[in-house]
């Protein structure tokens, strides 16, 4: 089992700035991608950032050039640092790991951290 702790959501205007953390413990796999997902208020929750265990990272095309996400290997935490931020960009951000076990991919989630944009 795996336990993400998310921390650092909250309310800011348009154009503003937040730093989202994600401090995974458990039984982590050496082989794993850390990402940050958002559920916007009636929508699915999708991606918006993810980055592998080798530093590789892909980001959706609404937030690129705003947002950065990274990760520190040996305390085992992935972040988010979110600029310019947008009104869309509201929603509940969840911490995501998907590691391989037993030759399986498995996702573990946290249990989200509202970040609010005002105009």
């Known amino acids: 089992q795996v336990q993400l702790v998310e921390s650092g959501g909250g309310s800011v205007q348009a154009g503003g700035s937040l730093r989202l953390s994600c401090a995974a413990s458990g039984s982590i796999s050496s082989f794993n991608s850390l990402a940050w997902y958002c559920q916007a208020p009636g929508k699915q929750r999708e991606l918006v950032a993810r980055?592998?265990?080798?530093?590789?990272?892909n980001y959706a095309d609404s937030v690129k050039g705003r947002f950065t996400i990274s990760r520190d290997n040996a305390n085992n935490t992935v972040a988010l640092q979110m600029n310019s931020l947008k009104p869309e960009d509201t929603g509940v951000y969840y911490c995501?790991?998907?590691?391989?076990?037993?030759?399986?991919?498995?996702?573990?989630w946290g249990q989200g951290t509202q970040v609010t944009v005002s105009s």
């Open positions: 995501n790991i998907r590691q391989l076990e037993r030759l399986r991919w498995r996702d573990y």
């Open positions: 980055i592998t265990s080798g530093g590789s990272t």
